[in-house]
């Protein structure tokens, strides 16, 4: 049965469900609310998410959502109110997908009905800050990062649903405990939108099935878990290689605010990006063939500061510097004493060793789980930084990704030769 025709036979359940959410949150803050209107806008965003889907294509919730959000802003409502609409809205969408739909064509499903409400809180979020920069407000709220907001989410990255997981990303359920299987061997599980979405997708099935643990492995055999970003993908100059809506970065912000703990089991070489993104797994298993190289200083590529606060909330300092400054691989029994590796286990045992780890977990409250990896996420990852200092920071990236040695680097990485540097 097509997507399009599950979720129209649904329209009146998916709506109540997320009526009832609206309510129960109410309830909880005392406040009150107008029932009818609120199913009414419920509905009208559900079928633009229905014409999305039929088209296949995010960009018919665009110019709605920012409408959407005028509106609000206009009357005086916070944007954490209004996305909790979107918010409501995809997790009844998620529940009535992955009970109507299975395998591929769930994930499938799961990654469009994502990458779709994604793109509308995208523009919700882009529409609030423009319109309170332009009065010169503040906003009650840190606007909710494109496709996140304490969910998993693309950041509208998507193109379309093609090959969202196919062969490249895998899942299974052991028990309580979900596994995402990277399997693209051709490409040695590099991170591009295709595999980057396929993840996202398998954690959102994952999550509608309720699972309490997540394992992300590289397919039995490879000795690449994963070769990092898709240097193919990156921007060739005058664009920021890594700017917010890359795959990558929707990424690791959908595996940092899961709500479960995701636990990289690592057995073979991990490069660049890859390496944020084990780091932006809860804990990491390794076994002796593992070893971890952080690789921009290769390519001119300026790291950014999200990127950086990552490593700086599982690794010292120096060890940080020394590992960007030189892009060596750094080796498990080193990974292990500088406790970027949780356990280190022999190859035979790593996948028991895992999975018996990652069911202790899933045996432990769920929701304290969930709200102290929140917490720490936020003590982690959100840093003041004054707007002077992050303006200069962004100045300086800009020299570096739009100077000639950037596009060097990714020149030679190309033709698979030594980079000349010249430092302009």
Not at 339 to 359: D, I, K, P, Q, Y
Request: charged content about 20%; proline content about 4%.
């Amino acid at each position: 049965m097509e997507t399009s025709a599950v979720l129209a036979s649904a329209e009146d359940r998916v709506v109540d469900e997320a009526v009832a959410a609206l309510e129960r949150r109410d309830q909880a803050r005392h406040h009150a609310s107008d029932p009818e209107q609120r199913r009414h806008h419920l509905r009208q965003l559900f079928r633009l998410v229905l014409r999305c889907v039929n088209e296949g294509r995010t960009e018919p919730i665009i110019t709605p959502s920012e409408r959407i959000a005028a509106d609000r802003f206009v009357a005086g409502v916070d944007i954490a109110e209004v996305q909790g609409a979107f918010n409501v809205l995809q997790e009844a969408l998620w529940h009535q997908v992955a009970g109507a739909l299975a395998g591929d064509q769930r994930i499938e499903a799961l990654g469009l009905v994502n990458a779709i409400i994604g793109a509308g809180k995208d523009a919700l979020a882009r529409t609030y800050v423009a319109l309170a920069s332009r009065e010169g407000n503040r906003l009650g709220e840190q606007p909710a990062p494109p496709g996140g907001d304490g969910k998993a989410g693309t950041g509208g990255v998507l193109a379309g649903t093609d090959g969202l997981a196919g062969a490249a990303v895998r899942t299974g359920v052991h028990g309580q405990v979900g596994v995402i299987t990277l399997d693209d061997q051709r490409q040695r599980n590099a991170i591009g939108a295709q595999l980057a979405s396929g993840v996202v997708a398998a954690l959102e099935s994952l999550r509608a099935q309720d699972v309490r643990a997540v394992v992300l492995r590289a397919a039995a055999g490879m000795d690449v878990w994963s070769a990092g970003h898709n240097i193919d993908e990156l921007p060739r100059g005058r664009r920021d290689p890594l700017g917010y809506n890359d795959p990558l970065e929707g990424l690791l912000r959908a595996i940092r605010t899961f709500p479960t703990p995701v636990v990289a089991m690592v057995h073979g070489t991990v490069w660049g990006g890859a390496l944020d993104l084990v780091l932006s797994c809860d804990l990491v298993t390794a076994d002796e063939t593992a070893s971890f190289a952080i690789t921009p200083a290769n390519l001119g590529l300026p790291y950014n500061t999200t990127g950086l606060l990552h490593f700086l909330g599982r690794l010292p300092i120096n060890l940080i510097k020394e590992m960007f400054f030189t892009a060596a691989p750094l080796d498990a029994q080193k990974a292990k004493e500088w406790l970027l590796v949780n356990h280190l286990v022999g190859s035979a045992e790593l996948e028991a060793f895992t999975l018996e780890l990652a069911a202790m977990m899933a045996a432990k409250s769920p929701m304290a789980i969930a709200v102290i990896k929140e917490q720490l996420r936020v003590l982690s990852d959100y840093q003041p930084i004054a707007a002077q200092v992050y303006e200069r920071i962004q100045g300086l990236r800009r020299e570096a990704y739009d100077s000639s040695d950037y596009l060097e680097g990714l020149n030679a990485f190309a033709e698979k030769r030594r980079p000349i540097f010249r430092g302009i």
